[in-house]
């Protein structure tokens, strides 16, 4: 009986982990992406946000992203927008899910190495509901934390079937496991680190020195007839394919963040300071655990330094509970691994190796406080055991502590809404947080909110006069302001203090092209690309600017250029096409504006351009179904309408040829341009003309050649007249020399801009 009820007890174990999991954090799927790494990551990397191609498959493989290599990462990224777009709710929702499968992972990892069912779900549900793993779940960047746990649980699963039953294909089953892990993320480099505490405990493989092959280490019920305890060198020893591998990727990942930058707002910190740092860190870290308040995505890098009494406090704190914690290690073993396991596992990130302006990071707790959670759970049950009510107060007061984390992490899930609502939130929790009022007033500017945008960006340089990127986004207000002489002023001096900054040449270049200094705007875009090969803002202006300047093609070149940074473009496949026209090669005008379209189908000036190229090269049928597509995206199109009208009222083809329609487009024409337009009243002559209508033809062709006759236009008269002379005989007209007029309606329409 009570096997059965241990068999059943454990499925509604795990179904409760995942039903919490899922209520603590179910908001986070009406949560906005937000403006910090995710349009670096997702919704502005057209190589992720095209889905998953073959192509973008060996771009994830072949290129670091964040100074990073973590290709598994990327593809997760394009899967989610191959199935979901870029709908953020479904990309929260795989963030979640994957969160709810390292909880339950968790749950089965610790029970079968310990045997203990509810320290193992209190753990689990405690890593489930803490506030610090919001960031790693709201924020749709993070995914490589959370991935990189999937695959660091599986490993660990992997491992304990390998030290139950020790064989080749069990061992290469964890090398695959770890190597997933590693492309997920490079910061479980420790995990080999970890495999060898959980040797020590649960597992208890230990054989110490002096001790019987059959004596090891007490062991928990589930192990105790599993794992074979080992001498300490082989234990190292079989860690060493593990440690080769994550050796290979440290160095790699050294290499990238050293040659992509990453690394060198580290060298703006000495020695001294990041060892202070990140002494106070791993004391800070384990406060937040414990009361998770005042969380933010950002917390500043101290740059005045810290008082020297906090670095000292830390390092007598953790020497001194390493020291004792160390001692009593043959004694209560989980004490041990929990806190070399927190030790060991932030070291990645600690900061004595800076990457970045942080001094820590609430994200860089998803794994390392599992140690430490381990540490409390069988702590409280060991001095507890004797215990009278043991059982009752442990139920109560573990129930209280997962009620106040899961409020706690709803409530945090809401700075988490958009990008205002972020940086908001770290602005009112931490001081002199630059970055953030740097941010903030980026975010502010895309809302139009320019005073307040200029009031944070001020604060921003106040606290730090040398931010290059504040005096790029203050340069931007400017520009969107229309005051380019300081726009200008702010991009060089984002330029004076980081030379090497694309984007703030970019921007220079806007400003000195909105200021018609059109070739200095190209020289200023043409830097940003020496330094930034595939940017393709920079090589999409560049190729616009040289259109209007009648370079086609080098105009082609760049486009070419911008399409090969970005290969879902449709602007760019059009303004191509466009080039090409103006070549006069209709041929790859076609290819072009169809390519647009297939990536945009409601792109509707492609639709009409397309259309309007078919018609001249004869191709009317076609011709004719993408003037009525275009007329679906936009009834009220003026050109769409005069053209169409055009087309069907004067062809000679009888299943082309539509009266009816010519009449209804041409009088919507006029409707819309208050019988104020000499094309669209000739259009609409024309269409009555074709329906028999021949008095009102007169009547409207009466009234379109006044109207031209007092604009001065005597040779569009002249056209108009001859075509009254046809209304007036009852004649419709019917000649097929449209195509002059469409192509005028291009041009006048604003369509196709000559030179």
């Known amino acids: 009986m009570a096997q059965t009820a241990k068999k059943i007890q454990i499925p509604l174990i795990y179904l409760a982990l995942a039903l919490t999991t899922f209520v603590a954090f179910e908001p986070v799927r009406y949560n906005d992406f937000v403006g910090y790494d995710d349009p670096f990551y997702v919704t502005n990397n057209p190589h992720v946000n095209s889905g998953i191609t073959f192509d973008s498959a060996v771009w994830a493989f072949t290129n670091t992203l964040g100074a990073n290599w973590h290709p598994l990462t990327s593809l997760s990224h394009m899967l989610d927008c191959e199935f979901f777009g870029l709908n953020p709710s479904y990309h929260h929702l795989m963030n979640l899910l994957f969160h709810i499968a390292n909880v339950l992972l968790l749950f089965g990892i610790l029970k079968r190495m310990t045997g203990e069912v509810w320290l193992s779900a209190f753990v689990a549900a405690v890593f489930a509901l803490h506030p610090l793993n919001v960031e790693s779940i709201a924020w749709v960047a993070e995914r490589k934390s959370v991935l990189s746990t999937f695959f660091w649980m599986l490993t660990i699963a992997a491992y304990i079937r390998y030290a139950e039953h020790p064989a080749i294909k069990r061992y290469l089953l964890v090398v695959l496991a770890l190597s997933l892990a590693l492309m997920a993320k490079p910061m479980v480099v420790t995990l080999p680190f970890v495999l060898l505490l959980l040797d020590y405990w649960p597992l208890g493989r230990f054989q110490w020195p002096h001790q019987n092959k059959t004596e090891a280490l007490p062991k928990s019920e589930s192990a105790k007839h599993s794992c074979q305890s080992s001498p300490l060198w082989r234990l190292i020893a079989e860690k060493i394919p593990l440690c080769i591998l994550v050796a290979a990727l440290s160095i790699i990942t050294y290499i990238v963040q050293q040659s992509k930058g990453a690394m060198k707002m580290g060298e703006n910190y000495p020695l001294n300071l990041r060892i202070s740092n990140a002494l106070v860190s791993y004391l800070i870290y384990i406060g937040k655990l414990i009361y998770p308040t005042r969380l933010a995505v950002l ?24 020291a004792g914690i160390i001692y009593i290690a043959r004694r209560w073993p989980y004490l041990t691994v929990g806190w070399l396991w927190y030790l060991g596992t932030l070291v990645p990130v600690i900061g004595l190796v800076q990457v970045g302006n942080q001094a820590r990071a609430d994200r860089y707790m998803y794994l390392p406080m599992l140690g430490l959670l381990i540490m409390f759970a069988w702590g409280i049950a060991t001095l507890t055991t004797e215990r009278r009510y043991r059982k009752i107060g442990l139920e109560i007061s573990a129930s209280i502590v997962l009620i ?39 975010s502010l500017t895309e809302d139009g ?20 990127y504040a005096h790029h986004n203050l340069g931007r207000v400017f520009l969107k ?24 040449y970019f921007g220079l270049g806007v400003a000195l092209l909105k200021q018609s ?30 259109t209007e300047q009648g370079k086609y093609d080098e105009a082609l070149k760049y486009f070419a250029n911008a ?45 009409v351009t397309l259309a309007h190229t078919l018609f001249e090269i004869g191709n009317i049928q076609p011709a004719i179904e993408h003037y009525y597509k275009a007329l679906q995206l936009d009834p009220n199109n003026v050109y769409v309408l005069k053209n169409l009208a055009w087309i069907v009222a004067t062809s000679e083809d009888p299943k082309l040829h539509n009266p009816g329609d010519a009449v209804k487009f041409a009088e919507r024409a006029c409707e819309l341009t208050d019988y104020k337009q000499i094309e669209a009243l000739d259009t609409l002559a024309v269409a009555y003309s074709a329906a028999g209508r021949f008095h009102e033809a007169v009547l409207t062709a009466e009234k379109a050649i006044e109207l031209a006759l007092s604009a001065g236009e005597k040779s569009l008269a002249d056209e108009i007249q001859k075509r009254l002379q046809l209304y007036n005989l009852g004649q419709p007209y019917r000649q097929l020399q449209s195509k002059q007029r469409i192509h005028q309606n291009l041009i006048n329409d604003g369509i196709i801009i000559t030179e």
């Open 563 to 607: 399409l090969l940074a970005q290969p879902n473009w449709p602007e760019a496949y059009y303004e191509m096409g466009r080039v090409y026209y103006l070549q006069d090669n209709r041929d790859l005008a076609i290819k072009h504006c169809s390519e647009a379209l297939r990536i945009k189908p409601d792109y509707i000036i492609a639709r």
């Open 517 to 546: 200094k059109t070739d200095q705007a190209i020289d200023s875009w043409k830097r940003a690309i020496r330094l930034k090969p595939d940017y393709a803002d920079a090589n999409y202006n560049i190729a616009a600017a040289m």
């Open 481 to 504: 302001q229309e005051k380019f002489d300081e726009a200008i002023e702010c991009f060089n001096k984002a330029l004076h203090l980081k030379p090497d900054y694309h984007k703030a």
């Open 449 to 468: 909110r320019y005073d307040e945008a200029l009031k944070h960006l001020n604060r921003a340089l106040q606290i730090r006069p040398r931010y290059y």
């Open 404 to 442: 106040a984390l899961l409020i706690c992490t709803r409530k945090q899930i809401k700075y988490w809404q958009n990008s205002s609502a972020l940086y908001q939130r770290a602005l009112k929790v931490t001081e002199n947080n630059y970055i953030m009022h740097s941010n903030y007033g980026a």
């Open 299 to 322: 917390y500043p890098y101290p740059t005045d330094g810290l008082p020297t009494w906090q670095p000292l406090f830390s390092l007598l704190v953790l020497a001194g509970a390493s």
